[in-house]
């Protein structure tokens, strides 16, 4: 066999390598993607086709932990800011948790009772999205990626 089929074994192990992570990264993008333009549809859905009206902060919580907690499409980990808001519609209220992320860090911006404005779907009107809710961005996916491809070289080095 020798060393030129030592080094075309190594090759094809590191190409299959090379394939696999390929197809993880795809199917982890097409589920990122998925989950962006449903966030980015939702925003545009909201600041343009739904009704609004007013809410209020009922809870402003500082997360100082590790671990995962889970607030409607978005998981955080570590330290994060939550706000809870309720508003009515019609004799009904509603509440709602959201994760405070990107720049709106400072909990004193958001003063228990303070007023902000509620879009909500007029049809379901217990899907709501709060006036300070940004545009979603592609952050995660960028992360994503850059991540699985630093890992993919990796492993293709170590296994050759």
């Not at 086709?49 to 980990?77: E, F, I, L, N, P």
Request: proline share 3%.
């Amino acid at each position: 066999m020798g060393i030129f089929g030592f080094l075309a074994s190594r090759i094809m192990d590191s190409l299959l390598l090379l394939f696999v992570m390929l197809v993880v990264t795809a199917i982890v993008n097409v589920y990122l993607y998925r989950e962006f333009m449903e966030d980015k549809q939702l925003y545009i859905l909201a600041h343009t086709k739904w009704s609004q009206t007013t809410g209020r902060v009922s809870s402003a919580k500082r997360h100082d932990g590790s671990g995962y907690q889970s607030v409607g499409h978005s998981v955080a980990g570590g330290h994060y800011n939550l706000i809870t808001y309720a508003y009515e519609v019609g004799d009904k209220r509603y509440t709602k948790t959201e994760y405070l992320g990107g720049e709106r860090k400072d909990l004193a911006n958001y003063p228990i009772d303070s007023a902000m404005i509620v879009f909500y779907d007029p049809k379901h009107p217990k899907q709501s999205m709060w006036e300070y809710s940004s545009e979603p961005k592609p952050d995660l996916l960028k992360l994503i990626n850059v991540i699985l491809f630093i890992f993919t070289i990796l492993m293709v080095l170590i296994k050759f």
